[in-house]
Nanobody, 122 residues
Framework: VQLQASGGGLVQAGGSLRLSCAAS????????TGWFRQAPGEEREFVAS????????YYADSAKGRFTISRDNAKNTLYLQMNNLKTEDTAVYSC????????????????WGQGTLVTVSS
């Protein structure tokens, strides 16, 4: 599967953004899918994951209550809705697909999209 992330940009603190990850080559419902982020000078960190069925989700503590991961099967696209953004959410966000159920470990994802930059200003 090939993944293409988009939707990043500059937003003020408290604002919202929706990231998209368009897939081709295979349906996203064949995989656990996830979002990771990497801030400048920091290690990549897990944000959220979605099960193959779409019925289960798993969020990092930093994302709970503010971010929502979802999938549109008809469009074969994964989303990350981000609300009430904070300056500490500034990072490059990447989507990924793998086979381990709801994994939060980057090395358990086998397919990656390029990142999209989210910048949150104060």
């Amino acid at each position: 599967v090939q993944l293409q992330a988009s939707g990043g940009g500059l937003v003020q603190a408290g604002g919202s953004l929706r990231l998209s990850c368009a897939a081709s080559g295979r349906t996203l419902s064949s995989y656990t899918t996830g979002w990771f982020r990497q801030a400048p000078g920091e290690e990549r960190e897990f944000v959220a994951s979605l099960s193959r069925s779409g019925g289960s989700t798993y969020y990092a503590d930093s994302a709970k209550g503010r971010f929502t991961i979802s999938r549109d099967n008809a469009k074969n696209t994964l989303y990350l809705q981000m609300n009430n953004l904070k300056t500490e959410d500034t990072a490059v966000y990447s989507c990924a697909a793998g086979w381990r159920w709801l994994s939060n470990q980057a090395d358990e994802y086998h397919f990656w999209g390029q990142g999209t930059l989210v910048t949150v200003s104060s």
